[in-house]
């Protein structure tokens, strides 16, 4: 009996360790297995075995709930962006040997066939949709994008919306495309993000390349490194999606310049290796018309990368909006070929951080060897047969100025799957790396950028901040994009009053989403009665979204989108100013106005009408709001400016007002100090910029200059401090100090570092300090009170010694426009400041100018400027 | 009795059981590494047991002798290949034959650490020249002193993942390196110009000039009549700034500079067959690209890029000039500077229309039906 009980004991442990280690063994345990490994792995769902939609209580919500699939509401909520990973990709199940899904039998699906047609097909789906959205309300609505079915049919929906339906007939025509695409088309994560993560234009030609990359690539659905590295699944299906859709916006897709049959001959002759033509080219000739020979290299170039784990190891886990940057990375440029990308990746791969430091390979050489510069076609031409296809290569080897060092940069990174971008600034060629979830410029200049990345069609640099701000708050952005979707399907078919309430509901759910504004507002125009209630409604909302971040776009929606309406429908000045103090109201006080925010002024301005109390009470309002929020100093500047040209007592009452509001900033406030200097920096600055602005054009109003050399003169007196200056000893030339009084000018300021009111004090003996942004031919430009005959300069840097100022020279000039060499600093010197001493013939100058010279990366760090005035030694 | 055996028996056959349901456990364990398992050198514990191999930079340094050490640097959570490379590579037998006695030791750069990571890192790299740019993977080198004579980044230098070429090179460098301390060493009995020339051979050694060497050989041969000095002072592109009418790196607007001009100074250079190869070839650049702006394809440019390949075919230069001649034997002789700036302005608005006419086509292209 004991020995009875054993067994039993015996085999039910033997049945239960069996059953943990292999279920299979059991009846039953198939399902189990499928069970634990959809709960562990990328599962496929089936939407027939979802749970019925489930419909909100209508409970008021302050903020709008992102929304979640159903049944994965806890996973979603611990990581949003694991909602993204658990969305299936239901259609490719030959992944891992697991049972193919059979489309046919997904509820939901579109069938090859039917993507055959997709005119019916877009009428199919718009019923289908309609029917089902019936009478929109908010709960209805995120109930209804809540459901993957629903999800997917509105991205497939949106994608026929903006495609040329015949031309996608045209490529649905051949039946192994239709299956092959549909597969894609049917994967809501795939498609989802091929119509909403970046700007998806011309969809039926994205997917024609789309097409040839899964021709070139048999194994686009099967991710080699996918138990080596922990990622999303799907890559290579993801560097599709994001290579087709950057490639076709940027219209990437030309044949290229095929090689002539000499040049052929010649690499053949001289046993250069040929350039990449195209990968495939091995077993066939390349066809004579290859639209999407750029896009394949390209896919290829980082499919192949990828499955080899060349890349760095974060690009399969960037979110596939940030995946648009590498994969788009300048198609038509000759550091965007896949020979160069791999020469790149192969000897240029670096932590993320270090890219931002990568364009240092390349040396600064505005000539070659040849004594060609850099602007000529000739700088690389002798070059080019040596380095055939290998164009960072080229320019590590033989040089280039910031275009080509910031290129190297920025396409060092990319090729590596980091994702960076080139941008122009003044007159310079900067770039930025995505590191550490920010953009970091680098190799910059100065803050006015234009990333040559578009973004929604612009240029700028806060509308990049802002898309990248949007796409962030993922889960609320994709579910604003699908309402939009369904506004549009809603618009479309007649049915604007509902259309305008999810446009209004999307915005509402994420006012950064840029381009549904302009649906939004155009459907309303349209529809809406053009109540002034309803337009200030708006005003207030943009202004409380997007200004306090993004003050940049904020001014640009109000400028573009809805003062054209909105001051129409607004018939006293009073209304109006109400409209402008919420713009005012909501700015940040930490975020600095480095834009031209003139435009928006000016058009508020204007608007007032002619009677004087209304514009009066509008640079009261500038005025107030400058003294809350001292970064946004140039609008004071603006404003005085502006009434000086609108007539003389406005402009000498609103001096009054900018006055009394340096004077009387309120002491009680715990950043009084702080706030003074930062306003007064703003006016000087202002003073300093418009003087030189007065230079460049001498006709311009030189009231405005007097007046700011007033203020700056009059504030900078306040910070005179030469107990913590410890200026130094020294000789100073013969003739008298003329310096003091004059005015500083920078070419480049640097507002984190040089607190600007300090300026004047650097031209008397007490010192002050005077910082730039480092660059090459960095200028600071000082105006002396009046003509002099220079006898002498005395300039004290920061810094302990004198060693830096090789290539630094000084100028001198009558009108601030024609310069003469004066002298060039000293290599080194063992004083502590610089003595210039001009011993006979001193020159007549109103200017003196320090340069620092083209050889270095150089900031302007000085003490004291002192300039002196010897009248004998004419 | 029979029961006990009953006993023993099923007690087997339940253990038998037991073991074949665990069976499919191993294969699975053993064969496929687990997603989660971050990439790292599984050849690191080891590596303390190697004397040659020691942990840290500084430890390798205490312990190196002529050979000196090098470092391999990886990056454990962002570059598989280095990683990879660590195995098929860098703890390989052949690797240390090519080496000799150099200490190796293998160091990683971090691209998000965490602190331990960091404190690991920091330790390893202790004393080491920075290394440039934090390219991966890279193979530097450096002597007993810790300067470093050679850096091998990429796979320009360490070819593909097997590492055949990287060995190569390292051994080709650390030779070089012998040669050096070698020559330096004998160059400490000389005097004068034996001296010098000895310094000389050095100088053309493919790995980095001791610092000073210029000094050295002043000290030696102040008068240079082994050329050795100007050899190693050259800079073709001082050279090149110096003669050509430049403001701040960029020629002047007005830039005068002519053939006559540079004709005299460059054909020195051109001539002093005590200067490197490359440096002669590149002064002659100067000349044949000033012929060119001056008198586009004429005889005389053709002479010269002819005269040029001459003297090295197989260098830098000299495998260029052949298609240059193609190229430049078509431009247009005898232009003034003012045509030549007439020509360029049109050639640029040249350049606009056809890029213009690109964009144009550019947008056809756009519209065009999908095939």
Not at chain 1, 222 to 227: E, K, V
Not at chain 1, 607 to 614: E, F, I
Not at chain 2, 131 to 157: H, I, Q
Request: hydrophobic share 35%; aromatic share 8%; charged share 30%.
């Amino acid at each position: 009996m004991k020995w009875r009980l054993s067994y039993v004991v015996l085999i039910l442990v033997m049945l239960v360790v069996g059953y943990m280690v292999d279920p299979m063994l059991f009846p039953g345990g198939e399902k189990q297995v499928q069970q634990t490994k959809e709960e562990d792995s990328f599962f496929e769902i089936d939407i027939r075995k979802n749970e019925p939609q489930r419909v909100v209580q209508n409970t008021p919500e302050p903020e709008p709930e992102p929304v979640v699939e159903d049944g994965q509401e806890d996973e979603e909520e611990k990581d949003p962006e694991s909602a993204e990973i658990t969305q299936i990709n239901r259609v490719l199940g030959e992944d891992r040997g697991r049972r193919p899904v059979h489309e046919e039998d997904v509820k939901g699906v579109i069938r090859p066939n039917e993507w055959r047609k997709p005119k019916a097909l877009e009428r199919k789906l718009t019923s289908r949709l309609r029917s089902r959205i019936g009478t929109p309300n908010r709960d209805r609505i995120l109930a209804f994008i809540r459901d993957p079915e629903n999800r997917l049919q509105i991205a497939q929906w949106e994608l026929l919306h903006r495609a040329d339906l015949d031309a996608l007939s045209e490529l649905m025509k051949d039946k192994e495309t239709a299956d092959s695409l549909a597969k894609l088309l049917n994967n809501l994560p795939w498609i989802s993000s091929f119509v909403y993560d970046g700007e998806m234009e011309k969809p039926e030609i994205a997917l024609a390349m789309v097409q040839q990359f899964r021709k070139v690539d048999k194994d686009m659905d099967h991710d080699r490194l996918m138990d080596k590295v922990k990622v999303k699944p799907g890559v290579k299906r993801r560097i599709a999606a994001a290579v087709a859709v950057e490639f076709t916006r940027n219209g990437w897709y030309g044949s290229g310049t095929p090689l002539t049959k000499e040049q052929i001959k010649y690499y053949k002759d001289t046993g250069i290796p040929l350039p990449d033509i195209t990968p495939d080219s091995g077993k066939k000739k390349a066809p004579v018309k290859d639209n999407f020979r750029l896009a394949r290299e390209r896919y290829l170039f980082f499919a192949q990368s990828w499955d080899e784990g060349l890349l760095n190891t974060s690009f399969g886990n960037l979110p596939d909006w940030l995946m648009h940057f590498p994969c788009g990375w300048r198609g038509n440029n000759p550091f965007g070929t896949a020979s160069s990308m791999r020469w790149q990746r192969d000897n240029c791969s670096a932590p993320a951080r270090a890219y931002l430091d990568m364009c240092s390979q390349v040396p600064y050489l505005p000539l070659n060897k040849y004594g060609d510069d850099i602007f000529s076609n000739y700088y690389y031409q002798p070059f080019d047969v040596l380095y055939p296809g290998l164009f960072a290569k080229e320019t590590r080897d033989i040089g280039a100025v910031c275009g080509g060092l910031s290129h190297f940069g920025a396409s060092s990174a990319c090729s590596n799957g980091v994702p960076a971008f080139t941008m122009g600034e003044p007159g310079h060629c900067a770039y930025a790396v995505y590191v550490d979830d920010e953009w970091h410029p680098t190799n910059t200049i100065s803050e006015k950028r234009q990333p040559h990345y578009l973004t929604w069609g612009l240029h700028q640099w806060s509308a990049l901040q802002m898309m990248t701000d949007m796409y962030k708050d993922g889960q609320r952005t994709r579910d604003a994009q699908m309402i939009c979707s369904l506004a549009n399907l809603l618009a479309k078919n007649k049915n604007p009053i509902n259309a305008l309430k999810l446009y209004e509901m999307a915005v509402t759910m994420q006012p950064l989403y840029n381009p549904v504004w302009g649906m939004y507002l155009d459907t309303a125009a349209k529809y809406l009665s053009k109540r002034p209630s309803k337009y200030l409604g708006v005003n207030d909302f943009i202004c409380s979204a997007v200004a306090p971040k993004h003050p940049e776009m904020c001014a640009r929606y109000l400028t573009e989108t809805i003062y054209p309406t909105l001051l129409t429908t607004l018939k006293t000045g009073k209304q109006k100013m109400v409209a402008f103090k919420s713009y005012f109201g909501n700015l940040n006080e930490n975020e600095k106005a480095e834009w031209d925010m003139e435009k928006m002024l000016s058009m508020q301005f204007d608007s007032l009408g002619k009677a004087v109390p209304v514009k009066l009470d509008y640079f009261r309002m500038i005025a107030d709001s400058v003294r809350r929020r001292p970064a946004f100093g140039p609008a004071l500047s603006w404003a005085v400016r502006r009434a000086y040209q609108d007539n003389r007592s406005t402009g000498e009452r609103v001096r009054g007002m900018v006055d009394s509001l340096l004077d009387d900033l309120p002491k009680d406030d715990p950043n009084y100090n702080d706030t003074q200097v930062l306003l007064k920096a703003s006016v000087i600055r202002a003073a300093e910029e418009m003087t030189a602005l007065s230079l460049e054009n001498p006709r311009g109003n030189n009231r405005d200059k007097e007046y700011y050399l007033d203020i700056a003169n009059k504030y900078s007196k306040d910070y005179l401090n030469p107990e913590e200056n410890n200026m130094p000893d020294f000789t100073p030339p013969p003739g008298k100090l003329i310096s003091p009084g004059g005015l500083v000018m920078l070419d480049m300021y640097a507002p984190k570092q040089d607190s600007i009111v300090t300026h004047a004090a650097a031209l008397t003996p007490q010192g002050g300090a005077i910082i730039s942004e480092k660059g090459k031919h960095r200028k600071v430009t000082v105006e002396l009170p009046k003509r002099a005959n220079i006898g002498g300069i005395v300039i004290v840097p920061t810094g302990p010694d004198c060693t830096a100022y090789r290539e630094w020279f000084v100028e001198t000039s009558m009108d601030g426009k024609n310069w003469k060499l004066l002298a060039n600093l000293p290599e080194s010197s063992e004083n502590p400041c610089i003595v210039l001493t001009v011993e006979r013939d001193c020159p007549q100058a109103r200017y003196i100018r320090i340069d620092s010279g083209a050889e270095q990366l150089q900031g302007i760090n000085f003490k004291a400027i002192l300039v002196y005035d010897n009248k004998k030694g004419k | 009795m029979t029961t006990k055996k009953a006993n023993k028996t099923s007690l087997l056959i339940a253990l038998c059981a037991v073991f074949s349901a665990a069976a499919p456990l191993c294969p699975a364990q053993s064969e496929e590494p687990s997603a989660e398992q971050p990439p790292v050198a599984p050849e690191k514990a080891d590596a303390s047991k190697n004397p040659r191999r020691p942990e840290t930079f500084q430890d390798a340094l205490s312990a190196a002798g002529d050979d000196g050490v090098i470092a391999f640097c990886y990056g454990p959570d962002w570059n598989q290949r280095s990683v990879r490379m660590l195995k098929s590579f860098w703890n390989t037998e052949n690797l240390e034959k090519a080496t000799g006695q150099a200490i190796l030791v293998a160091v990683p750069i971090y691209e998000n650490p965490s602190p331990e990571q960091e404190e690991e890192a920091n330790r390893i790299s202790a004393g080491m020249p920075p290394v440039p740019f934090s390219v991966c993977p890279t193979v530097m080198m450096v002597d007993k002193n810790g300067t470093m004579y050679a850096n091998l980044p990429g796979s320009d230098f360490l070819g593909d993942e097997k590492g055949a070429t990287g060995i190569q090179n390292i051994a080709q460098k650390l030779a070089a390196h012998r040669k050096a301390v070698e020559l330096m060493n004998k160059a400490a009995t000389l005097q004068g110009v034996e001296k010098a020339k000895v310094l000389g051979e050095i100088g053309e050694l493919p790995i980095e000039k001791p610092s000073g060497l210029v000094d050295m050989l002043k000290e030696a041969d102040p008068k240079d009549t082994t050329g050795l000095i100007r050899r190693n002072e050259h800079s073709a592109l001082q050279f090149l700034y110096k003669q050509m009418d430049t403001k701040d790196g960029f020629l002047k607007q007005d830039f005068h500079t002519t053939l006559k001009d540079l004709m005299v100074e460059s054909m020195k250079i051109v001539n002093d067959t005590a200067l490197r190869t490359e440096d002669r070839q590149a002064a002659y650049c100067l000349l044949i690209g000033q012929a060119r702006r001056e008198e586009g394809g004429s005889k005389r440019l053709k002479d010269m890029i002819n005269a040029n390949m001459k003297i090295d075919p197989n260098s830098f230069y000299g495998r260029a000039m052949p298609r240059l001649l193609a190229l430049w034997s078509q431009e247009r002789a005898n232009e003034s500077v003012d045509e030549r700036r007439t020509r360029r302005n049109q050639e640029k608005e040249d350049e606009k229309k056809r890029r213009q006419h690109d964009r144009e086509i550019k947008k056809t292209e756009r519209n065009v039906n999908v095939e």
